[in-house]
């Protein structure tokens, strides 16, 4: 589905990301995990068409992202960026109903197909009630959803997610790794999710990259990627991984001990 081969994106002449290497299937969950600042952001960007490159390719089912124009981009990708702004005085569902935009032609209106196609997006994430409200009046938890069922009326064969749980209660956040699970299973949508949280990311995903400075520097299973000595060298803390009891899936949490050694060690080096 996506492919990316040696890419390199900078802003300016400040290079970000370098020697990317990466591939996406249909149907699979790829969680993007890393240190903040080490390009997680700027790559969806960059897989979206908003970011420009110069070194390498993204090529989407053989087409190269940069040579399909906007709204035909749109049709088989979707986005949730994090903190996007959202218009005032609109309600949720004229929201969402603007993921229907790519597939309309200039001043057409919203067929009764692109309504309901909205309001299933909706209900899938638990959002349909709040159609009536203003997007002001949502919290942010209540937001997010709102994008998301948005992004899910593109009807995307790609859909990426900048830190979509940031914002939500845990039920909320567990209820949005399902709903990922089952776009992928049921309708063979590929989702790449950037994730701060590791255990979720583990649980949920059935692949895990793992970046750091700008480069991935490890892609694999669940199991293969969250190894404590890679993920400390990462992140530059001390982690334990433990396995969970029924899944067996890793389990990553803070090592308070090591945290405080290397605390005093760093004190201790300050002149």
């Not at 399902?178 to 049921?186: F, N, S, V, W």
Request: proline residues 6%; negative net charge.
């Amino acid at each position: 589905m996506l492919e990316i081969r040696e890419l390199s994106v900078g802003y300016g002449a400040r290079p970000v990301l370098h020697g990317i290497d990466l591939r996406a299937e249909r149907g699979e969950l790829l969680a993007l995990i890393g240190p903040n600042g080490c390009g997680k952001t700027t790559l969806l960007r960059a897989m979206s068409g908003v970011l420009a490159y110069d070194d390498g390719s993204i090529a989407f089912d053989g087409d190269e992202v940069r040579e399909i124009s906007p709204a035909a981009l749109a049709r088989r990708i979707a986005v949730v960026a994090q903190g996007a702004p959202l218009p005032e005085r609109f309600t949720a569902f004229e929201l969402a109903l603007m993921g229907r935009t790519p597939h309309l032609r200039l001043l057409q209106s919203e067929s009764r197909r692109d309504v309901e196609t909205v309001r299933a997006a909706m209900l899938r994430t638990d959002c349909w009630q709040l159609r009536d409200r203003y997007v002001e009046e949502l919290s942010g938890g209540e937001r997010q959803r709102v994008v998301i069922a948005r992004a899910l009326a593109q009807e995307p064969q790609l859909l990426l997610l900048d830190e979509p749980t940031s914002h939500l209660d845990i039920q909320h956040q567990v209820t949005t790794f399902r709903l990922m699970l089952e776009l992928c299973r049921e309708d063979r949508i590929g989702v790449i999710a950037v994730v701060h949280d590791l255990t979720l990311a583990s649980m949920f995903a059935d692949r895990i990259a793992l970046m750091s400075d700008g480069g991935v520097v490890a892609d694999g299973a669940p199991g293969d990627v969250m190894q404590a000595p890679l993920l400390e060298r990462v992140y530059g803390m001390g982690l334990r991984v433990f396995a969970h009891p029924v899944s067996g899936r890793p389990i990553v949490v803070p090592e308070p001990e090591a945290n405080e050694i290397r605390r005093e060690e760093a004190a201790e080096a300050l002149p």
